[in-house]
């Protein structure tokens, strides 16, 4: 799926909102009306690492941990294992209710169980943009993966699940949240794995590039071996949300083809609902509850292999 998607600033109307002026059916207007909050739930500004809060030592202890942790090797032994999708059959659903008992540690934003968080993405979207239900479901998955945190699922550490991801067998990009850690992480200082494209080339394609290891690309796989229909697009933003580095700072584009530069543009819509939509606000989950199973029903089978 390639659809052009128009892309104003946020907050900054366009010519044709302010004229009132339809948009051609074939284009999106990003930003239609979604509201981004000023302050996150703690009174801090989205994201800021640095700021002094509740949440600030223990966000820069995890990202330590994350960076030294997540090496070439360790990341190759993850995907192959979780691969294989044999640790666990349920639905969708049954997993989006499993994440009421997992809070992510890596957020400086929200301390609130992660279905609140879902709910609320899906919900911000389906309102912009009513006829694409595959974002709507998207934003309902996109976080699924953090039931690696649950001991069916092997009670992985929170460093090797949540945080921001970037690639692993090429140089690590400056841009990436506490940078300075990576200097005792093993591939650091490896030739192999230290230069611009490491083991890559430009213009290989993502989908040829290993991610550090957590809930992003474990929903991918599963999505994937399962079968979903889901469309390309969706995949990429459920395997590349919390690649900050990429869509935030720009960096990594020399690996990137023409297939994700147009998915780029659906991720860079959903992530200002990935990460504006924290608030301390609740969906009324039975509510909306019977809309998602119709989409889950739509894109993905009764029971999948997790």
């Keep these: 799926m390639t659809i ?69 090797d360790f990341v190759k032994r993850m995907r192959e294992e979780y691969g294989k999708v044999d640790k ?9 209710e499993l994440l009421n008992e997992v809070v992510d540690e890596s957020d400086p934003d929200l301390d609130e169980p992660q279905i609140e968080h879902l709910l609320q993405t899906a919900e911000a979207i389906r309102k912009d943009y009513p006829n694409e239900d595959w974002l709507h479901l998207t934003a309902l998955i996109h976080d699924l993966g953090k039931v690696l945190l649950l001991p069916s699922f092997g009670e992985l550490p929170q460093w090797a699940v949540v ?53 992003d690309d474990y929903m991918y796989l599963v999505a994937k071996e399962n079968n979903a229909t889901l469309p390309s697009a969706a995949l990429f933003i459920v395997r590349y949300h919390s690649f900050y ?39 009324d989950v039975e509510k909306v509850k019977p809309y998602y199973l119709s989409l889950i029903q739509k894109y993905f089978p009764g029971k999948l292999r997790w």
């Excluded at 999106?28 to 801090?44: A, R």
């Excluded at 949440?55 to 995890?62: A, I, L, W």
């Excluded at 994700?260 to 609902?273: G, I, P, R, S, T």
């Design 163 to 215: 945080g921001d991801t970037f690639p692993v067998g090429c140089a690590f990009d400056e841009s990436i949240v506490h940078h300075k850690y990576f200097t005792q992480n093993e591939d650091y200082n490896n030739a192999a794995y230290n230069t611009k494209c490491g083991v890559y080339s430009e213009g290989c394609g993502l989908n040829n590039v290993m991610m550090s290891w957590g809930h």
């Design 245 to 283: 580095a990429l869509h935030k700072s720009g960096a990594y584009k020399h690996l990137m083809n023409e297939e994700d530069n147009e998915n780029l543009k659906w991720l860079q819509v959903f992530n200002k609902y990935d990460l504006y939509s924290k608030s301390k606000v609740r969906v």
């Design 4 to 72: 052009p998607i128009t892309q104003p600033e946020f907050g900054v109307e366009t010519e044709a909102e302010e004229k009132n002026i339809p948009a051609n059916e074939t284009e999106l207007i990003l930003d239609g009306g979604f509201l981004v909050p000023e302050t996150n739930s703690f009174g801090q500004n989205f994201r800021d690492y640095d700021a002094e809060s509740v949440r600030q030592e223990g966000v820069e202890n995890f990202y330590r941990v994350n960076h030294i942790n997540q090496t070439f």
């Design 88 to 96: 666990v059959e349920m639905s969708i659903w049954e997993c989006c």
